[in-house]
Each structure stands twice: as structure tokens, then as C-alpha cells.
């Protein structure tokens, strides 16, 4: 599938180092969404953006930071990460209006593991 | 805000047999109720959907029932395979709301 895709799809990094991750959606939606899934707990929405705008942050320390250039793009900039964010984090998109909410297109995770 | 309640956290079946799973949700104006399907590795994948203004899905082997009074919905799987194993979850949300909320998720194990 190739609707929503994101990169890198494994990704080790240190408590020190800085990293990326990036999710473009082909699918011409207008909403866009990170989530962090660790084993055994539920789907956490970090992030919200509609239309470009972020509208939804749900306490997420400052160590994450999103970024959305355009309603196509989706980034996720990491720093100084703890051993505990590891875990597979999910870009999603979704078409939303004023009536109606449509379903979420998931792309395929990046595999996080902090050392 | 929106809270929903999933149950059970692990299903196992015999294959051939029939699967259910529950949800509940709080807010009675969410109107939009989407199964997902996520295979072990894979990305969560629409399998079902349901708006409140029907009450019953069907899609082959899978189904989807909505009581709006009572505020619960689930997921019916009948004759079911190995390659169903998978976790589901369920989630809702309100027209205008571009924020669903998800249930805890269901493990389904189909033993051969």
C-alpha cells in the first residue's frame, strides 16, 4: 500500500542524538495525526494537524516536536530521548468536515528503540 | 470527552468458530464507529465501519451492530480462520471531531 508512508521504518538512536521521522499521505486528506503505540497499551494520539494547523497536543513532553510543512507532509523531530519512548510510532491521515469524520489511513510505523 | 471500553482484552477460538467484541462509548453524539484490524508488524487497517444511522453491517464473514440507547457496538466474526488472528480495535467519533478515540485494542487468536 502506498497511501500513507513513512520513513524510516526501523530507527535505533541514543539519548543523545537528534533524529526525524517522516509521513507523507497520497491520499489528498486534510488531516494528519502521530501516534505512539507501545506493547501491551493502547494507541496514545501525540499529535493532531488540520489544514497544516496543529490543533491537538496531548501533553507530549517537548522532546518531540511535529512539524507539518504542507497537508501532504509530516514530521517528527526527536531529541534527547528516553529508553521508555521506544516503541512504534504511526502516522495517520483522514479526510474531515464540517459533518462528518471519515476513517483514518494508517501507514506503516517507524520501530523506535532508544538506547 | 469521549471514552470507550472495550471488551475482551484476549480472545481465543477454535477456527470455525464464531468471535465477538464489545465496545461502549460515553459520548452519545459520536456517530461514526470504525473497526481495525492490525496484524502482528502491520499497520492498523479499516475492516468496518458503522454510522448511527443504521443499526447492523455486513461484509461477508464480518458484521457490526450499533445500540445507540445503549451506547454499545461490536464486531461479530463468523466462520473463523487462522489468518483473522489478529489485534482489533474500535473506535468513535463525532462529525466535526477530526479526533477519534480507540479502545484498548482485542487480541483474536484462532488455533487452528
Known amino acids: 500500500e502506498t497511501g500513507v508512508t513513512q520513513t524510516p521504518r526501523h530507527l535505533v538512536m541514543g539519548m543523545t542524538n537528534k533524529k526525524s521521522l517522516k509521513c507523507e499521505q497520497h491520499l489528498g486528506h486534510n488531516a494528519m495525526y502521530w501516534y505512539k503505540q507501545s506493547a501491551k497499551k493502547p494507541l496514545e494520539l501525540m499529535f493532531v494537524y488540520n489544514f497544516k494547523e496543529q490543533t491537538e497536543n496531548n501533553s507530549v513532553p517537548s522532546r518531540f516536536s511535529p512539524e507539518c510543512p504542507n497537508s501532504s507532509h509530516l514530521f517528527l523531530h526527536l531529541h534527547t530521548l528516553q529508553p521508555e519512548d521506544s516503541a512504534l510510532y504511526l502516522c495517520?491521515?483522514?479526510?474531515?468536515?464540517?459533518?462528518?469524520?471519515?476513517?483514518?489511513?494508517f501507514g506503516p510505523g517507524t520501530r523506535l528503540l532508544v538506547l | 470527552g469521549e471514552n470507550v471500553e472495550q471488551h475482551p482484552s484476549t480472545l481465543s477460538v477454535q477456527e470455525g468458530d464464531s468471535a465477538v467484541i464489545k465496545c461502549t462509548y460515553s459520548?452519545?453524539?459520536?456517530?461514526?464507529f470504525p473497526w481495525y484490524k492490525q496484524e502482528l508488524g502491520k499497520r492498523p487497517q479499516l475492516i468496518i465501519d458503522i454510522r448511527s444511522n443504521v443499526g447492523e453491517k455486513k461484509d461477508q464473514r464480518i458484521a457490526v451492530t450499533l445500540n445507540k440507547t445503549a451506547k454499545h457496538f461490536s464486531l461479530h466474526i463468523t466462520e473463523t480462520q487462522p489468518e483473522d488472528s489478529a489485534v482489533y480495535f474500535c473506535a468513535a467519533s463525532k462529525g466535526g471531531s477530526y479526533i477519534p478515540t480507540f479502545g484498548r485494542g482485542t487480541s483474536l487468536i484462532v488455533h487452528p
Open positions: 495517520a491521515s483522514s479526510q474531515v468536515s464540517s459533518g462528518a469524520t471519515e476513517t483514518q489511513y
Open positions: 459520548d452519545s453524539a459520536s456517530n461514526y
